[in-house]
């Protein structure tokens, strides 16, 4: 059975398309990625997954159950982007209290662990930095030990370090067989935390598949080579491998490339060019996404 099927999906505002026709399955045991710039109708589609909100037209299933019943069954978690904190009560007493609203919770040191609250189990929740507080919010979405995790823009309190520990904790509990989704506007954390991303656009789905899958359908691979040559002739660098177009500025070669390794290797070895300076730059995620996201507004 699938974790998420969403299939023929809308949800209008009135006059907006928040989300505008989203056919979508994920299998449990994944981890996936939503990924899109402002407006594009991810925390939307998180609020029909968590039945906060009631789709337009078409249908929405977790496990095999509406997102009300799923709840409900505790089978959901989820870390959404506002939420306060009783502000007198203590990082232990706030778990404890919210664990025992579910029907089959996690012990409450194992979910202390998890999150990394350990050593903060004593501190008033009023006490935290924003970082803490994100991670007690982490530690009330895993409360219920809940099969599908969902989280919307999670590290977008924290500093750099902070996030590298959530997502830890994360991976942390994705590792036991788990599904998570979560909503993000950061690239890399797409790239390094999930094994698929969905990019969403405009409230559509236009790109699926893993962080890889993407840069290579966007064109990525492609960059430049740019290196220096001094007053040797520079002549036969347009029929390397992969090269689109040839800049040549007072002996230094800039080559636009559609497959930045394939030009590099010809140049080393299918040249007698003494190459200096050499400097690479291929396309990134960034690049794909942008290209992606860019098409959709079209
Ligand atoms: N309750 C609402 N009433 C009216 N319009 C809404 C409502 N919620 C969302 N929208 C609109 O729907 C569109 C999608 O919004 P949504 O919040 O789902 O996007 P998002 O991808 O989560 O963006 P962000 O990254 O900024 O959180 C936007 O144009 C937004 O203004």
């Known amino acids: 059975m699938n974790a ?25 045991g994944r981890t996936v990625a ?6 594009a109708g991810k925390s939307t589609t998180i609020s029909m997954l968590l039945g906060l909100a009631r789709p337009t037209a078409g249908t929405v299933r977790v496990f095999g159950h509406s997102p009300e019943e799923a709840v409900a069954r505790g089978e959901i978690g989820a870390m959404l982007q506002e939420g306060a904190l009783i502000p007198e009560l203590t990082v232990r007493e706030t778990v404890d209290f919210i664990r025992r609203l579910y029907p089959r919770p996690l012990p409450l040191e194992e979910i202390l662990r998890m999150a990394d609250l350990t050593e903060l189990a004593g501190r008033r929740a009023d006490r935290l930095s ?16 809940p099969r599908l995790l969902v989280l919307d823009e999670p590290t977008a309190a924290m500093d750099v370090e902070s996030r590298r520990a959530f997502w830890e ?54 960059g430049t080579v740019a290196f220096s040559l001094g007053d040797q002739p520079a002549a036969g ?27 590099v290797a010809a140049l080393y070895r299918g040249t007698d060019l003494d190459v200096r300076d050499l400097q690479v730059r291929g396309a990134d995620l960034e690049d794909a996404f942008l290209s992606l996201t860019q098409a959709a507004e079209v």
């Not at 939503?34 to 407006?39: C, D, E, S, Y």
């Not at 970082?131 to 409360?143: D, E, W, Y």
């Not at 998570?180 to 656009?201: C, G, K, P, Q």
């Open 4 to 28: 998420i099927e969403l299939s023929g999906v809308r949800k209008s505002f009135g006059a907006v398309r928040a989300v505008d026709g989203l056919d979508l399955t994920m299998e449990p």
């Open 34 to 39: 939503i990924l899109g710039p402002n407006g």
């Open 130 to 145: 924003g970082g803490q507080t994100q991670r007690v919010r982490f530690a009330l979405a895993i409360a219920g030990g």
């Open 169 to 222: 904790s994360m991976r942390g509990y994705a590792s036991a067989g788990r599904t998570v989704l979560f909503a993000t506007h950061y690239l890399e954390e797409a790239d390094e935390n999930s094994d698929r991303v969905i990019v969403m656009a405009r409230g559509r789905l236009v790109a699926d598949g893993t962080a890889a899958e993407i840069k290579a359908g966007a064109g990525a691979g492609a």
């Open 237 to 263: 660098l347009d029929v390397l491998p992969g090269v689109t177009a040839v800049d040549i500025q007072g002996g230094t070669v800039r080559l636009v490339t559609a497959d930045v390794d394939a030009t």
